[in-house]
Structures are given as structure tokens and as C-alpha cells.
Nanobody, 123 residues
């Protein structure tokens, strides 16, 4: 059974940084696609960033390009989302997910989800 556990969320001031971690068990993140998603109160869940299995191609939502970076440590079976220059509009519950395919760019392609971690950007 695949389990994903996120950590690293919290309260940060605008302009600050956080690094989210997603550790997997029961699946190998270096082979399958991994994504980070977020859901703000009253809004639909949206994709933030994805990374393909094997060759590590990445995708970023326009709203986070240049500020966020997705990465993966295969030895630790952990994916990361480095978030810099945070803005109040980045406030949301962030969840990681993994697919049963190597490439997955859309939410419906993800099969396993973590419980989420709250990120709050406020002064």
C-alpha cells in the first residue's frame, strides 16, 4: 500500500521561504510521477508543480514559476517543494501525490495522495 507523508508546512511572513517534504512508502518516487497540489479555502484544488519519473522533467503553474522548485531525493524516496518569495495568496493546504505512470501532468492522473500540510503566509 502506498503512503505519502508531507511535512514542512507552517506560518511564514510574506517574502519568506519554506521547504515541503513528501516521503513515500510502498512506491518508488524516482520511477513514477510526483506532484504537489494546493487547495485554498473556498477554492478548487490546483496543481502547483509536477516532476516525471525517470528523466525528471518538471512543470510549474504560472503563479509559482521562478519562486518554487520541485526536486526528488531517490535515496530517501522523498520529494521536495522549495518555496521562496512566498505571498499571502500562496496560503493553502499543500498535498503531494504520486501516479502509477511515469508522466502525469493532470490531477486525475494521480492515484495516491498525502494528507496535506498547511502553509500560511501572513504578517
Amino acid at each position: 500500500q502506498v503512503q505519502l507523508v508531507e511535512s514542512g508546512g507552517g506560518l511564514v511572513q510574506p517574502g519568506g521561504s519554506l521547504r515541503l517534504s513528501c516521503t513515500a512508502s510502498g512506491s518508488t518516487l524516482d520511477y513514477y510521477a510526483t506532484g504537489w497540489f494546493r487547495q485554498a479555502p473556498g477554492k478548487a484544488r490546483e496543481v502547483v508543480s509536477c516532476i516525471t519519473g525517470s528523466d525528471g522533467r518538471t512543470y510549474y503553474a504560472d503563479s509559482v514559476k521562478g519562486r518554487f522548485a520541485i526536486s526528488r531525493d531517490n535515496a530517501k524516496n522523498t520529494a521536495y517543494l522549495q518555496m521562496n518569495s512566498l505571498k499571502p495568496e500562496d496560503t493553502a493546504v499543500y498535498s503531494c501525490a504520486t501516479s502509477r505512470t511515469v508522466v502525469a501532468w493532470w490531477e486525475y492522473e494521480y492515484d495516491y495522495w498525502g494528507q496535506g500540510t498547511q502553509v500560511t503566509v501572513s504578517s
